[in-house]
């Protein structure tokens, strides 16, 4: 079960492809911004930036897609709970808490 829940380390595709755009996409807009005399601090800034946002998105969309949203059933009720990186046994659980209205009570 411990297998279930730990993370491979290699990047998945979806991390990859997300990993080569913010890259590009950093070193198109570090060569722009070097032809507008923009200092190198301020290009290394933007460059890193654009880098760890386009990573971060990769990483949630990659999140979301292995990821499940259970919703409760209880009309009007808003409880949602997502879960991922979770063994059957804790989904299941969690499936139930999140579908029976009365084990959560309304939402605030
Ligand atoms: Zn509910």
């Given at each position: 079960m411990?297998s279930?829940?730990?993370?491979?380390?290699?990047?998945t595709?979806?991390?990859?492809v997300?990993?080569?755009?913010?890259?590009?996409?950093?070193?198109?807009?570090?060569?722009e911004?070097?032809?507008?005399?923009?200092?190198v601090l301020?290009?290394?800034?933007?460059v890193?930036?654009?880098?760890?946002?386009?990573l971060?998105?990769?990483?949630?969309?990659?999140?979301?897609?292995?990821?499940?949203?259970?919703?409760?059933?209880?009309?009007?009720?808003?409880?949602?709970?997502?879960?991922?990186?979770?063994?059957?046994?804790?989904?299941?659980?969690?499936?139930e808490?999140?579908?029976?209205?009365?084990?959560?009570?309304?939402?605030t």
């Open positions: 411990a279930q829940l730990t993370r491979s380390l290699k990047p595709a979806i991390e990859a997300s990993g080569v755009i913010a890259s590009l996409w950093a070193a198109f807009i570090g060569f911004l070097a032809d507008h005399d923009v200092s301020g290009i290394f800034s933007v890193l930036a654009l880098l760890a946002t386009g971060m998105i990769g990483s949630r969309v990659q999140d979301a897609s292995r990821s499940e949203l259970i919703k409760c059933l209880e009309p009007g009720c808003n409880t949602q709970i997502r879960v991922w990186h979770t063994s059957n046994a804790d989904v299941t659980r969690l499936r808490l999140a579908q029976d209205h009365s084990k959560h009570g309304p939402a």
